[in-house]
């Protein structure tokens, strides 16, 4: 049996939640998401506790537990705490800066990338290098991290790029000096 899927999910207090057959929706502080899992598995509410549970004993329910776990134990915590990720710019010239809620960046193209959030998502940049992407729902805020990340990777030889707070780039040597 799955040992995430066995866990229990505690809902905090100013958490609601409403279960329509296989539709969730989760309501808190922060915003409300809305997610119809899979009819292999089904919700049930005790109090303030969600169980995630199997109609059977097929590899494809058991498969699907798990993760319908995850994704709401994910719900719960996203309209209650949020999520975020946090990116650093490694380069000379490299910089960032919110105008209104659109992101631009300068990474050492001809032109400005900008990027724009999508609903429920916010953008905040500190020292000109340090770009933070907080929300609600874990994989908007992920793709969106993903996607700013994807404009200039870092490379392997100066180390140069967008990067993950705290991610390591291994450095590659360079050519070999002339004799």
Known sequence: MSRIGKSPIEVPDKVEITIDGNTVTVKGPLGQLTRTFRPEVFIEKEGNVLYVKRKNEERVSRSIHGLSRTLLNNMVQGVSKGFSKDLEMVGVGYRAQVQGKMLVMQLGFSHPIEVTPPPGVEITVDQNTK?????????QVGDLAAKIRSFRQPEPYKGKGVRYAGEHVRKKAGKSGKK
């Open 131 to 139: 770009i933070s992407v907080k929300g609600y729902d874990k994989q």
